[in-house]
């Protein structure tokens, strides 16, 4: 079982920056692949951006390359998405969610993953 928790969420004008956190539980984090999702009102659930075991692969959804950054310490069970440069078109619920069975953390399809947070609000007003 692993509980995901994402907070950083807000308001903010577009060009300014947020960083969301996703704290997991369990001792296993360090080994399986996590990703990011949003979901704006009316759409599907769509992928932002995604990280390996180990960190060392990252992939992001075309609009967001070049302004997000996913990053992750193991050590403190915590994956983050550095957001910069926001847009209006940003704004959506984002999700966290675990991939345990794709520890390089490549999928973009959001049934790949199992577990998934309980998400946090971003707001980019123009």
């Known amino acids: 079982q692993v509980q995901l928790v994402e907070s950083g969420g807000g308001s903010v004008q577009a060009g300014g920056s947020l960083r969301l956190t996703c704290s997991a539980s369990g001792r296993t984090f360090s080994s399986y692949a996590m990703g990011w999702f949003r979901q704006a009102p009316g759409t599907e659930r769509e992928f932002v951006s995604s990280?390996?075991?180990?960190?060392?692969?990252?992939y992001y959804e075309d609009s967001v390359n070049g302004r997000f950054t996913i990053s992750r310490d193991n050590a403190k069970n915590t994956v983050y998405l550095q957001m910069n440069s926001l847009k209006p078109e940003d704004t959506a619920v984002y999700y966290c969610?675990?991939?345990?069975?794709?520890?390089?953390?490549?999928?973009?399809?959001?049934?790949?993953?199992?577990?998934w947070g309980q998400g946090t609000q971003v707001n980019v007003f123009s």
């Open positions: 990280i390996s075991w180990d960190g060392n692969r990252t």
């Open positions: 969610a675990s991939d345990r069975r794709n520890s390089f953390g490549s999928s973009r399809d959001r049934y790949a993953y199992d577990y």
